[in-house]
């Protein structure tokens, strides 16, 4: 059974750096491609980072390309989001997702989803 958790978020001011963590109770998703995706109030979910199930393929949505950091960790069942240079735009609610069709940018793509962790930008 999958179970995704996601932890990390928090309040930071702009500039700032913080790393969010996806784990696996389930210890499934190895098997994977997984991705984080946000929501910001209002607005639709929107792609961020893809990671392929073996570590070695990632992608990266336009607007964190360069800031953001996709990695996992086959031992440990956990797929982290390292992000730096924060904007008070990327305040959202920041989710992973489980593909069961190898991954990709739409969140149709993606099966499982954890409960979400905010993160919360100041200017």
């Given at each position: 059974?999958?179970?995704?958790?996601?932890?990390?978020?928090?309040?930071?001011?702009?500039?700032?750096?913080?790393?969010?963590?996806c784990a696996d109770?389930?210890?499934?998703?190895r098997n994977y491609a997984m991705g984080w995706f946000r929501?910001?109030?209002?607005?639709?979910?929107?792609?961020?980072?893809?990671?392929?199930k073996n570590g070695d393929n990632t992608d990266y949505g336009d607007s964190v390309k360069g800031r953001f950091t996709i990695s996992r960790d086959a031992a440990k069942n956990t797929v982290?989001?390292?992000?730096?240079?924060?904007?008070p735009e990327d305040t959202a609610v920041y989710y992973c997702g489980l593909s069961l069709r190898g991954g990709g940018t739409y969140y149709p793509d993606y099966s499982y989803w954890g409960q979400g962790t905010q993160v919360s930008v100041s200017a």
């Open positions: 059974q999958v179970q995704l958790v996601e932890s990390g978020g928090g309040l930071v001011q702009a500039g700032g750096s913080l790393r969010l963590v109770s389930g210890r499934t998703f929501q910001a109030r209002g607005k639709e979910r929107e792609f961020v980072a893809t990671i392929s982290y989001l390292q992000m730096g240079s924060l904007k």
